[in-house]
């Protein structure tokens, strides 16, 4: 079985998604579980995490709506409000028996014009709420906010955190300038416990041509750092489908894994993601 740990669904016709402008025209539409059930047909996905994709609670009201293969959702509060615990509980109180869990929560950090937002004294102490309610925290970020989220994760060392799309690396511009920056910045994160890493989204930063650039050992660098009990694989669909359809993406990363051994990739493709984000029972705030 594999627990694909990241992918959206989304109704640009029920809300406006600021980054939704020509250049990802070919998505711009309805993406609903219909879709999803259709994207993973004749794979070995079973189950999925939803996440949100824009600054709205409204938007993962409704991911909380949605049926299997979804069972859990990174979804959005403000952190910089007063009422964060009280945002939190409204949105666990959504939960439906049967249905998906709120399991996590993200901010488009690598959107918001201050690279530092995620050290803001407001976005912390947001983010302790979280780590008190037993909640993961989702990482979006590239090389411009990487500060910012160390000093986040040093802050609230009880908390737990996924970076997203292995912190977004550039390899449609790979060099070896690229791959040093990287990897430094991969190793930094690496090296503090409470950080888990998603192998997803490198077919999206590795652009048009992604299949002449080295989209497999970014793969493989990403496991090598945080190791495979750290390690989650995502697909980012529909996002990945302006480089490749669902199954070309999902066999990227199992061929790019092929050398793990049996475990290891079971930790990659089910256990860590199941651990981190549906393990505990949902949290009550």
């Given at each position: 079985?594999?627990?694909?740990?990241?992918?959206?669904?989304?109704?640009?016709?029920?809300?406006?998604?600021?980054?939704?402008?020509?250049?990802?025209?070919?998505?711009?539409?309805r993406?609903?579980?219909?879709?999803l059930?259709?994207?993973?047909?004749?794979?070995?996905?079973?189950?999925?995490?939803?996440?949100?994709?824009?600054?709205?609670?409204?938007?993962?009201?409704?991911?909380?709506?949605?049926?299997?293969?979804?069972?859990?959702v990174?979804?959005?509060?403000?952190?910089?409000?007063?009422?964060?615990?009280?945002q939190?509980?409204?949105?666990?109180?959504?939960?439906?028996?049967?249905?998906?869990?709120?399991?996590g929560?993200?901010?488009?950090?690598?959107?918001?014009?201050?690279?530092?937002?995620?050290?803001?004294?407001?976005?912390?102490?947001?983010?302790?709420?979280?780590?008190?309610?037993?909640?993961?925290?989702?990482?979006?970020?590239?090389?411009?906010?990487?500060?910012?989220?160390?000093?986040?994760?040093?802050?609230?060392?009880?908390?737990?955190?996924v970076?997203?799309?292995?912190?977004?690396?550039?390899?449609?511009?790979?060099?070896?300038?690229?791959?040093?920056?990287?990897?430094?910045?991969?190793?930094?994160?690496?090296?503090?416990?409470?950080?888990?890493?998603?192998?997803?989204?490198?077919?999206?930063?590795?652009?048009?041509?992604?299949?002449?650039?080295?989209?497999?050992?970014?793969?493989?660098?990403?496991?090598?750092?945080?190791?495979?009990?750290?390690?989650?694989?995502?697909?980012?669909?529909?996002?990945?489908?302006?480089?490749?359809?669902?199954?070309?993406?999902?066999?990227?990363?199992?061929?790019?894994?092929?050398?793990l051994?049996?475990?290891?990739?079971?930790?990659?493709?089910?256990?860590?993601?199941?651990?981190?984000?549906?393990?505990?029972?949902?949290?009550?705030?």
């Amino acid at each position: 079985m594999i627990l694909d740990a990241h992918h959206h669904l989304w109704d640009p016709s029920d809300r406006t998604y600021p980054w939704m402008d020509d250049s990802v025209a070919p998505i711009r539409r309805r993406f609903d579980t219909d879709d999803l059930r259709a994207a993973i047909a004749g794979t070995d996905v079973t189950a999925t995490i939803a996440v949100q994709a824009v600054h709205d609670p409204a938007e993962t009201a409704w991911l909380l709506t949605q049926p299997s293969p979804v069972v859990g959702v990174v979804g959005w509060v403000d952190l910089t409000a007063p009422d964060v615990v009280q945002q939190l509980a409204a949105l666990v109180d959504l939960q439906q028996p049967g249905g998906p869990r709120l399991v996590g929560i993200r901010h488009l950090a690598h959107d918001e014009p201050d690279p530092d937002w995620l050290g803001r004294d407001d976005v912390v102490a947001g983010v302790r709420v979280l780590a008190a309610a037993g909640m993961p925290f989702d990482l979006l970020i590239r090389n411009r906010e990487h500060a910012a989220a160390v000093s986040l994760v040093d802050a609230v060392p009880d908390g737990v955190f996924v970076l997203d799309h292995a912190g977004k690396p550039d390899i449609a511009h790979d060099d070896t300038d690229v791959q040093i920056a990287w990897r430094a910045r991969m190793d930094d994160l690496a090296a503090r416990p409470n950080v888990l890493c998603k192998v997803s989204g490198l077919v999206t930063e590795a652009g048009p041509d992604w299949q002449d650039r080295p989209v497999a050992r970014y793969a493989r660098e990403a496991v090598e750092a945080f190791g495979p009990d750290r390690s989650l694989f995502g697909s980012d669909w529909p996002v990945s489908t302006l480089q490749a359809d669902y199954r070309t993406v999902l066999a990227t990363a199992t061929d790019a894994l092929a050398d793990l051994s049996h475990d290891e990739r079971e930790a990659v493709f089910h256990r860590t993601a199941e651990r981190v984000y549906l393990a505990d029972p949902a949290p009550q705030t």
